[in-house]
């Protein structure tokens, strides 16, 4: 049994907002940041990090890594206080964001770090005394703001980087979320 549906039977939910960058943008602590305030708001939050390294939870002599190693499809590590499904892709193809998203819990909003090529609103972390190019400027790149330690004019809304409560009240904004949202 596939555990993901087919591409064409997983539309991509409402609520979901990319936070892109370059490596040491600070993306990650702008999520961090904004994450508390969000939840003041009553909004349920989920995050999906993708990443391009090997993803492992566990050391390799512990019982989850080595049911994995011997061939379980999922292993599920539960205690009383929070649970984490490891899934083996073996040989099949990386699910589509909308496939991942469809495995979380139901939440008002899901932030999404990376996943670059997929269709999804995007806010750009960026600064440019790190010396890359804005990775909004790429033509079709779906940016819909940017989140600067800089003012920028680039006819996108530019956010202070170091105030998460106006990047989430962007983001709020732009989505059409409302505190207390169930």
């Known amino acids: 049994m596939n555990p993901c549906p087919p591409e064409s039977a997983v539309p991509m939910p409402a609520g979901v907002f990319g936070i892109a960058g370059r490596s040491g943008s600070g993306k990650?602590?702008?999520?961090e940041a904004m994450l508390p305030r969000l939840r003041a708001l009553g909004l349920r939050v989920n995050v999906i990090k993708h990443s391009h390294h090997d993803v492992t939870l566990e050391p390799p002599q512990k019982d989850s890594a080595r049911f994995r190693l011997a061939g379980a499809q999922e292993v599920m590590i539960a205690s009383p206080f929070r649970y984490a499904i490891v899934h083996e892709l073996r040989d099949r193809p990386e699910p589509r964001l909308e496939e991942q998203i469809a495995r979380l819990a139901p939440a008002d909003l899901t932030l999404v770090e990376g996943?670059?090529?997929?269709?999804?609103p995007r806010l750009e972390v960026f600064r440019p005394?790190?010396?890359?190019?804005?990775?909004?400027a790429e033509p079709g790149s779906g940016f819909v703001a940017v989140?600067?330690?800089?003012?920028l004019d680039n006819g996108l809304p530019c956010l202070p980087l170091d105030d998460p409560q106006a990047v989430a009240a962007f983001i709020c904004g732009h989505l059409g979320l409302a505190a207390g949202i169930r």
Request: proline share 4%; charged share 15%; aromatic share 4%.
């Open 28 to 31: 990650t602590t702008l999520i």
């Open 115 to 120: 996943f670059k090529n997929e269709h999804i």
């Open 129 to 136: 005394a790190l010396g890359h190019a804005p990775l909004h």
């Open 147 to 151: 989140a600067s330690d800089t003012v």
